[in-house]
């Protein structure tokens, strides 16, 4: 026996056993490595929570590939770490904590992309730019939207947050976006963002809503941001955020100056709103803004009037003319556009001042429109005003836009005795009409159809 006490017949024995072992070790790390690559193909998207980044993956609607096991899962940990601190500095901010873990799911761009164009799908927009098309106010176009690149997207239907991976986020306005995302998060679980949004059930009524929870999130991001909200730079925030929200459509749409204002609402006036209620009462106001949202457009370009406690829209009444319309004819848009949106119209072709001060003393409004199998529409247009005052000063800025929309307007005597200025043009037959507090505008392809419309409205 040798000095080590062992022969060499239990030498070899012993080194045969370290070999075997050693083998059954190499083998089982390539069965964990041939596992993993397996769970990660299998799972569409890992899912965390921003309180556990390496928690048991929840499952996530595909079509979403993983990146590969060596640069997702560390990517994915850092990322979670990283948004831990950003959600800590929001709830302390905002003055909310989540009232569950908000869960993770981290997509590549690509994946994000994929997400974001069914996102834009399921928002229909074809659906809501009916009334502005139809009244003329944005171009009839195909919509194809192109998302920007994203960092983060809260989806209040999923009650998900997604992140995108790959990104070092050094970038302080990426980590805006997504402290932005986050708050929104927060958002749904104490207020409840799609029952809020289901309340709304006019474009007006939509446009405020959205500007209360928008506003909301813009606050809290410029605050997280900038430090204070005088220090913030409103306009860059806004295009920020906006940007990162809203895609292209890659269509005139897009040079639309009208679109750029209706897409901007709930992020530049509906941030002036929330503003005025934080700076009267702190983030109560705002919470307490939840169980009282603003009804309208107006009241969230006069937050005074929503602090005093202003009623809401007046329901205006405007009668079915389909009776003598014939079957060609379809109903295409029944709604209430607001003030915001009447402003819009009439700063199409009046001075900006001449035009809002016009829109201001709106109390209500209904919008119909017919349209006909050849593509011409009837339109009935009915306002109502808070004074005689009010409504006198919209029908004068309503008639010069008449003048100048429907050029060349001739003058027409109303026939049967109907009330109102009448004119017919190339583009048809147009009357604006005032009884008092309510102001009328109809448009038809004729004087005879109009004449017809109008004997039927109030």
């Known amino acids: ?13 012993v080194l045969l056993l370290v070999i ?6 190499a083998m089982l790390a390539g069965f964990i490595a041939t596992s993993l690559r397996s769970w990660e193909r299998s799972s569409p998207v890992p899912t965390r929570t921003w309180a556990s980044p390496v928690s048991t993956p929840l499952p996530v609607p595909s079509p979403f590939p993983s990146p590969v096991v ?3 899962i560390l990517s994915q940990v850092q990322a979670a770490r990283l948004f831990e601190q950003i959600a800590h ?4 901010v905002r003055g909310l904590s989540p009232r569950a873990e908000v869960p993770l799911s981290f997509l590549d761009q690509r994946q994000m992309s994929v997400l974001l164009r069914q996102l834009y799908a399921e928002w229909a927009p074809e659906e809501q730019l009916v009334p502005y098309v139809a009244l003329g106010l944005l171009p009839d176009v195909s919509l194809s ?13 999923q009650e998900q947050l997604y992140i995108s991976t790959g990104e070092q986020w050094g970038d302080a306005d990426d980590q805006a976006l997504l402290a932005h995302a986050y708050v929104q998060a927060l958002q749904d679980q104490r207020f409840d963002l799609e029952a809020m949004r289901a309340r709304a059930t006019t474009t007006d009524a939509a446009l405020a809503i959205q500007a209360l929870m928008e506003g909301d999130a813009i606050l809290l991001t410029a605050l997280y941001h900038y430090g204070s909200v005088t220090l913030a730079d409103r306009e860059r925030l806004v295009e920020l955020i906006s940007r990162a929200q809203r895609p292209d459509y890659g269509t005139e749409l897009d040079r639309s100056e009208i679109w750029t204002r209706l897409q901007h609402f709930p992020y530049w006036e509906g ?11 702190g983030w109560d106001a705002v919470n307490q803004a939840y169980t009282n949202p603003p009804r309208s ?16 829209p007046t329901s205006v009444v405007v009668p079915d003319v389909s009776a003598v319309l014939d079957e060609k004819w379809t109903l295409v848009v029944r709604d209430t556009l607001g003030e915001f949106t009447l402003g819009l119209y009439l700063e199409g072709l009046l001075p900006s001042d001449t035009a809002w ?4 003393g709106w109390n209500g409004d209904t919008f119909v429109a017919w349209e006909h199998a050849d593509g011409s529409q009837v339109l009935v247009w009915r306002t109502v005003w808070d004074s005689n005052a009010d409504a006198v000063e919209f029908e004068r800025a309503l008639t010069a836009l008449v003048i100048q929309r429907y050029l060349p307007a001739r003058p027409v005597d109303p026939p049967d005795g109907l009330p109102g200025l009448w004119w017919e043009g190339d583009l048809g037959a147009v009357c604006v009409a005032r009884a008092a507090r309510h102001v009328i505008f109809v448009q038809a392809p004729d004087v005879n159809t109009l004449a017809n419309a109008m004997g039927l409205l109030p």
């Open 89 to 92: 500095q929001v709830e302390t």
């Open 271 to 281: 941030f002036q709103f929330v503003d005025a209620l934080f700076q009267i009462g």
């Open 145 to 157: 939207p192109r998302a920007h690149r994203v960092v983060g997207v809260y989806v209040p239907e």
């Open 70 to 72: 060596e640069e997702g």
């Open 297 to 312: 457009t107006e009241q969230v370009l006069h937050p005074e009037r929503y602090l005093e406690g202003a009623d809401g």
């Open 1 to 13: 026996m040798s000095a080590s006490g062992f022969t060499p017949g239990q030498r070899r024995t």
């Open 20 to 25: 075997a072992v050693i083998a059954v070790f």
């Open 357 to 360: 001060q016009a829109a201001d």
